[in-house]
Structure formats: structure tokens, C-alpha cells
């Protein structure tokens, strides 16, 4: 299983971007996917999940502002991001694993796989 992530860059605050990860090796269809994004110093945080079904789940800080999707054709997931702000500066990680609870979705020990990251830098 491998997950190439990719999107990042470098966005004033107010900006947006478009998180790319494309998955490959298995059939994603029964996987769930998620994003999650680690800081310098700090440890990873759920960022996005989205289930095997399409059920979404976002922590609370990032509802509104970021939506998650997928094309299980093409064994992609994808995260817009929009008003950015310098605090979401972080390294950017795409995750799956197979079908786990819903609530298990934002903790990061559910995941069997993990991407490389991309780094979003947030200018203010």
C-alpha cells in the first residue's frame, strides 16, 4: 500500500488549498481515509476523516473551513482548505487503514498506512 500526498505550498492567510493524496496498491473502496497534520514541536492532529461509506467527521476547529472527499474510482481523497490561517501551518498526512468504527477515524493509532506528508506553510 502506498500513499503519494500532495497540494501543499506556501498561502498568505485568507487563502486557500487543495490537498491531493492518491492511494494505490489495494482497492480503497472498503478503506477509510483520512488527513492529519503535525507541527513543528507538537504532535499530529486529526485535521479529516471520511469513512469507507462517505460519512464525513471533522474536528470542531476545522468545520466550515476544510472539507474532505473521495473518488474511490480513482483511489483518491482529498482535502479543501479554505480561510487559512497561520496556525494550520503543518505537515500535511494522508492516512487509511480498513473499515474501523466511526469514532475512531480522528485518532491516529487506527491507521495502518500513512503518506510521506506535504507541508502547508501559512503566511500571515
Known amino acids: 500500500v502506498r500513499l503519494q500526498a500532495c497540494g501543499g505550498g506556501l498561502v498568505r492567510a485568507g487563502g486557500s488549498l487543495n490537498l491531493s493524496c492518491a492511494a494505490s496498491g489495494r482497492t480503497f473502496r472498503d478503506y477509510d481515509m483520512a488527513w492529519f497534520r503535525q507541527a513543528p514541536g507538537k504532535e499530529r492532529e486529526f485535521v479529516a476523516g471520511?469513512?469507507?461509506?462517505?460519512?464525513?467527521l471533522y474536528p470542531d476547529s476545522m468545520k466550515g473551513r476544510f472539507t474532505i472527499s473521495r473518488d474511490n474510482t480513482g483511489n483518491m481523497v482529498y482535502l479543501e482548505m479554505n480561510n487559512l490561517k497561520p496556525d494550520d501551518t503543518a505537515v500535511y498526512f494522508c492516512a487509511t487503514t480498513p473499515r474501523i468504527i466511526y469514532s475512531s477515524l480522528a485518532v491516529v493509532s487506527s491507521y495502518d498506512y500513512w503518506g510521506q506528508g506535504t507541508q502547508v506553510t501559512v503566511s500571515s
Open positions: 471520511i469513512s469507507w461509506r462517505g460519512t464525513k
